[in-house]
């Protein structure tokens, strides 16, 4: 069978790898000259399969008003003339109940556990270097209330198997000294000790390397995708700058180029970007760098160390997406980061860069089939797509190649994803926790 996968970030490079290792002839079109080069790129860096709450939930409608207002705020919104805009913020709102939050954070749960438990066969597997580490992580909070529902968040995981302990101020900083400059601001913090970090760009590139050196993928780069040709209930052509591609089945996974192909099938997908930015900053050996990946969820900015560099990444920002970096922006993140842990590396040495996570309103990827019979997703990943690449890759791969996913795909899928399910009975993800 020959699969042409669309897009070659970290998403469309997995799906590549899964399908050739099966044996299936692949083809990769990507616009870049390399892979992993736009939103793959200089993310957080942090594996966060336990830390998987969705945006909408209860604690994002009492913080909107207040992040709308403020300068200072996380969270960026600029209106447009844009229906697309609206109707996501329309969407986002609606995902925002308690009982959708918590369907929702289990369905994310079940598939960061696989995802860890994927990704660690490929590491296992492919010996790749990716300045991979087991940091565990701490998400720090800043106001009483907001750890308070945070230890409610963290019970209520714990019945589905996320190994989670609360810290007390005083804890958080033993067990991060690199937080020292701000003890006496935290209530305290959640200790992951499963998560892991790495860098996301390396990861794309290594395992293209391999997928193309071992498993025979072609990857056609510096080639932009035009648009997929129709003909009845499924799509015969790929129109790219080089020409035609034609497969038996197709993988749309453009990140944030999906939704206007795919409108331009009949296909609306719940997307939008949502613009971050990110420093990675020199550490030397006189520097106190965390060794944890953290979390300051105030201030919703995120540190991982990445071998001999520290990558901080924050900031949601609802505006025009081009890769222009607002200078006010970025001087902020960096500004609260040294506020945070001044002596975590060299500031002045910062390399800077912007990318859009490509959200659907309530965080979860759109997986699985499309009303074409061989168009399938594999996008909208938002703030997790490293995280959950490898769980997305394999499932989808597993399906195009007629075997049964290890998870139900229907939580995932365009059609029947905001259908009500009992949480409860979704099953246990402890499968890949340790
Ligand atoms: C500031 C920030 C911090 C983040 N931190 C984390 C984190 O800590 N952990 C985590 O798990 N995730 C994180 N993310 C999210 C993560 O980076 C994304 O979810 C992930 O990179 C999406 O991967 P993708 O392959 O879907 O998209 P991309 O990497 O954007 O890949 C899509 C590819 O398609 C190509 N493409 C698009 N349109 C066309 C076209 N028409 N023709 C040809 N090629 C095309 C693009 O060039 C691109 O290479 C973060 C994101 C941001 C912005």
Same mark, same amino acid.
């Given at each position: 069978?020959?699969?042409?996968?669309?897009?070659?970030?970290?998403?469309?490079? +997995?799906?590549?790898?899964?399908?050739?290792?099966?044996?299936?002839?692949?083809?990769?079109?990507?616009?870049?000259? %390399?892979?992993?080069?736009?939103? !793959?790129?200089?993310?957080?860096?942090?594996?966060?399969?336990? @830390?998987?709450?969705?945006?909408?939930?209860?604690?994002?409608?009492?913080?909107?008003?207040?992040?709308?207002?403020?300068?200072?705020?996380?969270?960026?919104?600029?209106?447009?003339?844009?229906?697309?805009?609206?109707?996501?913020?329309?969407?986002?709102?609606?995902?925002? /109940?308690?009982?959708?939050?918590?369907?929702?954070?289990? %369905?994310?749960?079940?598939?960061?556990?696989?995802?860890?438990?994927?990704?660690?066969?490929?590491?296992?597997? %492919?010996?790749?270097?990716?300045?991979? !580490?087991?940091?565990?992580?701490?998400?720090?909070?800043?106001?009483?209330? %907001?750890?308070?529902?945070?230890?409610?968040?963290?019970?209520?995981?714990?019945?589905?198997?996320?190994?989670?302990?609360?810290?007390?101020?005083?804890?958080?900083?033993?067990?991060?000294?690199?937080? @020292?400059?701000?003890?006496?601001?935290?209530?305290?913090?959640?200790?992951?000790?499963?998560?892991?970090?790495?860098?996301?760009?390396?990861? /794309?590139?290594?395992?293209?390397?391999?997928?193309?050196?071992?498993? =025979?993928?072609?990857?056609?780069?510096?080639?932009?995708?035009?648009?997929?040709?129709?003909?009845?209930?499924?799509?015969?052509?790929?129109? *790219?700058?080089?020409?035609?591609?034609?497969?038996?089945?197709?993988?749309?996974?453009?990140?944030?180029?999906?939704?206007?192909?795919?409108?331009?099938?009949?296909?609306?997908?719940?997307?939008?970007?949502?613009?971050?930015?990110?420093?990675?900053?020199?550490?030397?050996?006189?520097?106190?760098?965390?060794?944890?990946?953290? *979390?300051?969820?105030?201030?919703?900015?995120? @540190?991982?160390?990445?071998?001999?560099?520290?990558?901080?990444? =924050?900031?949601?920002?609802? +505006?025009? +997406?081009?890769?222009?970096?607002?200078?006010?922006?970025?001087?902020?993140?960096?500004?609260?980061?040294?506020? +945070?842990?001044?002596?975590? =590396?060299?500031?002045?040495?910062?390399?800077?860069?912007?990318?859009?996570?490509?959200? /659907?309103?309530?965080?979860?990827?759109?997986? =699985?089939?499309?009303?074409?019979?061989?168009?399938?997703?594999? /996008?909208?990943?938002?703030?997790?797509?490293?995280?959950?690449?490898?769980?997305?890759?394999?499932?989808?791969?597993? *399906?195009?190649?007629?075997?049964?996913?290890?998870?139900?795909?229907?939580?995932?899928?365009?059609?029947?994803?905001?259908?009500?399910?009992?949480?409860?009975?979704?099953?246990?993800?402890?499968?890949?926790?340790?």
């Amino acid at each position: 069978m020959h699969v042409c996968v669309l897009g070659g970030g970290v998403v469309g490079v +997995t799906t590549a790898y899964f399908l050739a290792r099966e044996g299936h002839r692949v083809t990769v079109v990507e616009q870049h000259p %390399e892979a992993g080069v736009e939103t !793959s790129f200089a993310n957080g860096g942090q594996l966060s399969y336990s @830390y998987v709450a969705p945006l909408a939930g209860p604690s994002a409608l009492h913080h909107l008003p207040a992040w709308l207002l403020s300068k200072t705020a996380p969270l960026l919104f600029r209106p447009r003339l844009s229906l697309a805009q609206w109707t996501w913020c329309m969407q986002f709102l609606r995902h925002c /109940t308690t009982d959708r939050s918590r369907q929702t954070t289990v %369905e994310m749960l079940l598939l960061g556990a696989y995802s860890k438990a994927v990704m660690n066969d490929v590491m296992l597997d %492919e010996g790749i270097d990716f300045a991979h !580490s087991k940091s565990g992580k701490l998400v720090v909070y800043r106001d009483p209330v %907001e750890f308070e529902g945070a230890k409610r968040q963290m019970e209520f995981q714990a019945k589905f198997g996320a190994e989670q302990s609360a810290l007390d101020a005083k804890a958080c900083v033993l067990a991060e000294p690199a937080l @020292y400059a701000v003890g006496d601001k935290l209530a305290g913090g959640i200790l992951t000790p499963s998560e892991d970090a790495g860098d996301c760009y390396l990861f /794309t590139r290594e395992l293209g390397r391999v997928a193309k050196e071992k498993y =025979g993928v072609d990857f056609l780069f510096n080639n932009r995708v035009h648009g997929l040709i129709r003909e009845g209930g499924k799509v015969v052509a790929v129109r *790219t700058d080089s020409g035609d591609v034609n497969a038996d089945l197709y993988v749309l996974a453009l990140g944030n180029g999906s939704s206007e192909l795919a409108a331009d099938l009949g296909i609306r997908l719940p997307m939008y970007p949502l613009k971050g930015y990110s420093l990675t900053v020199p550490v030397e050996e006189a520097h106190q760098a965390p060794a944890l990946s953290v *979390t300051d969820l105030h201030h919703k900015i995120v @540190y991982a160390k990445l071998g001999q560099h520290l990558r901080i990444a =924050g900031m949601v920002d609802m +505006t025009p +997406t081009d890769s222009h970096v607002d200078a006010a922006r970025i001087e902020l993140l960096r500004s609260q980061a040294a506020a +945070t842990m001044p002596n975590a =590396g060299d500031y002045s040495g910062a390399q800077v860069w912007t990318g859009a996570r490509p959200a /659907t309103p309530d965080s979860k990827p759109l997986l =699985g089939k499309t009303n074409l019979s061989n168009l399938h997703l594999n /996008t909208g990943h938002g703030a997790l797509g490293f995280t959950l690449a490898c769980a997305s890759a394999k499932l989808v791969a597993d *399906t195009l190649c007629g075997r049964s996913p290890a998870l139900d795909l229907a939580p995932y899928q365009l059609a029947g994803r905001n259908v009500r399910r009992d949480y409860r009975k979704l099953g246990s993800p402890n499968l890949a926790l340790n």
